[in-house]
């Protein structure tokens, strides 16, 4: 199904795509110069605002967020100096819920949403409209642009845009007009031949990509360009499914070749004049490459608890009882709960898997075309106690739903049909019960993100397939089913923005100044944060030996989410589904930091202060220098989403720096830099020597930041036990470095504002 290149490759004439070890064999002229030729390097060109194509500085042509993030990034926009929005930004709410759990947070989240649009000049969507990236598709995205978004899965590529989802920080920089800073990314070539077929959706050919390449980081910070003949084959909808899956993947962005479809998408959603055609050049030299034959995609399923735990749906039904077994013993190394019972055995019924939920919904499933070929599997059909929840993505796709019988043949098979709503992507909508098996085309399939607690007892699991197969599934009563039939022919899709005009807020360009900011009471500002002192002693309160930490272990998702725009009640959740200890070591380090700078300030209560410092570091001078932070070690921490809490809450708490072999994606250690955690790398023989309780000294830290240093000598401590471990920083720019020792991006941007 899928290929992956050992090298490098070179497109000829956007048809022929041929290894780099090849093109002198065969007498062809090709040189890595020729990258030039891709269509990324041309739309990063366009928007680099230097002359260096090696160190990008870019400005963005749209922001993006949504209402988990949104609150947090206005208040540090605000504490560094916001004026005005400088251009289009996008305030969605399709992460609206919990209000039960919360009070009226969720509805002052959105009050306060509304009124930044209308002082600053942006863009408000009330919830139930549409989920983030589905408005994206119909407003904002066009050909050659370049859209900045708060949430992971911010691709537009399939409309030639390139979007990436960044944490909050990096969005911050455009509304002040600074810029996103990052080295020029590698590209892939996506090449796609064929036709997929028939019960083959975008969510198929997506996991098929995703479990080639993920586990090798094949593509990780890197831009996936999608070219070849079978593009032609797709829909747009099939092309933006498989676009917004390329975040599990990890790479940086990602940008399709355009068509006469991609202009007709346009034009119905009334922006016909955001298109281009976009090719590579005749000649176009990518970092890697990889083949997908779209004949040769199966219906496909992912597994618990990763997008790239992938199988065939065929593999998996001749195959059930090994794999079934593989993923429960997976699952109690990861718990760390060898008694933890997934219940996935107990689903074989008659030697078939028997799931108990199914999901169509948001950005990735709940399009027009994934639900009419729901509709048509289902229509006539009972789903009898079978659940099928279907959200579709938007309002207009709602209506358009509507007006072609998609809607009513699912309610009349008993489906339940939902509002624009993001809920079961993060654990916050259709919770399944304890042990359940739910099957889902959602985005992502990470642990409790379908709002289990298993430190309570409470394990459920989610697998990810096609709307097809999961329609398929449904009509079979819970069995395991893979698609063999799409439409015939879908109907035509018509866009009908009433819905917006009569709801949306159009400010850009239009901010009122004189509008008061409406805070609920759990909209907090952040807190002060110190700058980066002389010296660090770091105290380790997490050690974790998994192979990848996903951001949602590192902050939860789901109920969690009531407390985004209060730091402080936030961070109590910090890692608390992966070390419930983690927030009260974290606590203790921190008062004894605040104990040091109480006697610095008042200059009395020096033993207080003393009790923070191992008795051979007492000294008054070293301790005025030195400042007590927490320290978290992890193998590969941060795949998954791009919510800043997964760095700022462990920031809150006092935490100064990560300790890693690598960092999952750049998302998350540019989160880290901007919140003033120092991303260290160690080597893989590093791995076992960190353990809960030890404490690693950095003497001159500042010094070193400052004057460049990308290899830091550091002393780790074990009661008694002293040795020396080499600290690295990679690849760290002049305005991070900055960032670091200014403690974070608000402190640094208050210091240039004076």
Avoid at 49 to 76: C, K, P, W, Y
Avoid at 127 to 135: G, K, N, R, S, W
Avoid at 550 to 574: H, K, V
């Amino acid at each position: 199904m899928v290929e992956v290149f050992k090298k490098g490759a070179y497109l000829m004439d956007g048809t022929e795509l041929v290894a780099e070890d090849e093109v002198k064999k065969r007498g062809l002229s090709g040189t890595k110069t020729d990258r030039k030729g891709t269509m990324a390097y041309r739309i990063l060109a366009a928007h680099n605002t230097t002359d260096d194509m090696e160190n990008l500085a870019l400005r963005f042509d749209a922001l993006a967020s949504h209402d988990i993030t949104f609150v947090g990034i206005i208040q540090t926009a605000l504490a560094s100096g916001l004026i005005e929005f400088p251009l289009p930004y996008v305030l969605t709410n399709c992460h609206n819920s919990l209000c039960a759990v919360g009070g009226t947070i969720n509805e002052d989240d959105h009050v306060f949403g509304l009124t930044a649009a209308r002082k600053f000049g942006g863009i408000f969507v009330p919830p139930h409209q549409a989920v983030i990236h589905q408005f994206m598709r119909e407003t904002q995205a066009g050909c050659g642009r370049m859209i900045l978004g708060s949430d992971s899965h911010t691709r537009y590529g399939a409309l030639g845009t390139m979007a990436i989802g960044e944490g909050g920080g990096e969005l911050v920089k455009q509304l002040l007009r600074h810029t996103y800073d990052v080295k020029r990314p590698e590209v892939v070539a996506v090449y796609l031949k064929n036709a997929p077929r028939p019960g083959v959706g975008p969510q198929d050919v997506a996991l098929a990509i995703i479990g080639r390449v993920f586990a090798s980081g094949y593509v990780k910070n890197k831009v996936m360009e999608f070219v070849g003949p079978g593009i032609a084959s797709l829909s747009m909808d099939f092309r933006n499914g498989i676009d917004v899956m390329t975040t599990e993947t990890t790479c940086l962005s990602s940008i399709w070749c355009t068509d006469d479809k991609t202009k007709e998408y346009l034009t119905i959603h009334g922006r016909g004049d955001a298109y281009t055609e976009l090719r590579p050049q005749s000649t176009a030299y990518y970092d890697g490459a990889i083949v997908v034959d779209l004949a040769s995609v199966e219906p496909m399923i992912a597994m618990p608890f990763h997008p790239s735990n992938v199988y065939t749906i065929a593999e998996l039904n001749e195959n059930l009882v090994d794999i079934l077994h593989e993923v429960e013993e997976t699952a109690r190394e990861r718990f760390a709960n060898k008694k933890l019972d997934l219940g996935l055995q107990q689903k074989i019924i008659g030697g078939r898997l028997h799931v108990d939920q199914g999901i169509i919904a948001g950005c990735a499933g709940g399009t027009f075309e994934n639900v009419m070929n729901a509709a048509y599997t289902l229509k006539g059909a009972s789903l009898g106690d079978f659940p099928l929840s279907v959200y579709p993505a938007s309002q207009p796709q709602f209506l358009a739903l509507l007006k072609n019988h998609a809607i009513e043949d699912l309610t009349l098979a008993g489906a339940s049909i939902r509002t624009a709503f993001c809920g079961p992507c993060f654990g916050a909508g259709d919770v399944p019960c304890n042990q359940a098996l739910s099957i889902r085309h959602t985005t992502r399939n990470f642990p409790n993100r379908e709002g289990s607690k298993p430190n309570e007892g409470q394990i459920s699991s989610v697998a990810l397939m096609d709307a097809r197969s999961i329609a398929a599934t449904a009509r079979n009563g819970g069995f395991l089913t893979a698609a063999k039939e799409s439409i015939p022919e879908l109907p035509a899709y018509h866009f009908d923005r009433t819905v917006y005009d009569h709801r949306i807020y159009q400010g850009y360009g239009q901010k009122k100044v004189g509008t008061r900011l409406v805070s609920g009471p759990n909209i907090v500002p952040w807190p002060k944060i110190r700058h980066l002192p002389e010296n660090l002693l770091l105290t380790v309160c997490a050690a974790i030996q998994d192979p990848v930490t996903t951001t949602d272990e590192l902050i939860p998702s789901g109920e969690t989410s009531s407390y985004r725009s209060n730091p402080l009640r936030l961070a109590e959740f910090t890692l608390s589904r992966k070390v419930p200890e983690y927030v009260g070591r974290a606590k203790m380090v921190q008062q004894q930091e605040l104990a040091r700078q109480d006697w610095l300030e008042s200059g009395q209560d020096v033993a207080r202060a003393q009790e923070g410092f191992p008795k051979d570091l007492q000294d008054e001078a070293f301790m005025r220098n030195t400042g007590l932070g927490s320290l978290v070690f992890a193998i590969k921490p941060g795949d998954g989403s791009a919510r800043e809490q997964a760095a700022s809450c462990q920031r809150v708490l006092g935490g100064d720096a990560n300790i890693a072999l690598e960092y999952a994606t750049k998302r998350y250690r540019s989160n880290l830099i901007n919140w003033g955690i120092i991303p260290f790398i160690v080597d893989v023989a590093e791995q076992k020597t960190f353990a809960v309780g030890d404490q690693v000294l950095i003497c001159g830290i500042r010094e070193a930041l400052a004057g460049g240093a990308d290899h830091i000598a550091a002393e780790h401590r074990r009661g008694s036990e002293r040795r020396t471990v080499e600290l690295k920083l990679a690849n760290l720019s002049e305005a991070e470095r900055a960032i670091l020792l200014s403690g974070c991006l608000i402190n640094f941007y208050a210091g240039k504002n004076k």
